[in-house]
């Protein structure tokens, strides 16, 4: 079994930065960050393989960093200049394998999110 704990979320105003961490229990080759608002499907937003290549959702390209820290197991994302359309829960994934990184139905493991809200 494979455990993801994320934290960092919280409320925020327009402009302002967070940085989200995911702790999982073991290294894992894909990880990447999810978000779902209310009343819509869940997206990917930002993924990294093993090796550091990277995927970004087009909306928060230069805006946001996903980066991982294989010997400690933990995944980030430094998300700069929120806006209110960042608003949703935030939550970390995982797969064993390579591949398409943002497709949501892929990952076999979940944590169980951290919400960020952002006021104008």
């Known amino acids: 079994q494979v455990q993801l704990v994320e934290s960092g979320g919280g409320s925020v105003q327009a402009g302002e930065s967070l940085r989200l961490s995911c702790a999982a229990s073991k290294n894992i080759y894909t990880m990447a960050w999810f978000r779902q608002a209310p009343g819509k499907e869940r997206e990917g937003v930002a993924g990294?393989?093993?090796?550091?290549?990277?995927s970004y959702e087009d909306s928060v390209k230069g805006r946001f960093t996903i980066s991982r820290d294989n010997p400690k197991n933990t995944l980030y994302l430094q998300m700069n200049n929120l806006q209110t359309e960042d608003t949703a829960m935030y939550y970390c994934?995982?797969?064993?394998?390579?591949?398409?990184?943002?497709?949501?139905?892929?990952?076999?493991?979940w944590g169980q999110g951290t919400q960020v809200t952002v006021s104008s």
């Open positions: 990294i393989d093993n090796y550091g290549i990277t």
């Open positions: 994934a995982a797969k064993p394998g390579g591949g398409r990184v943002l497709e949501r139905r892929d990952y076999w493991y």
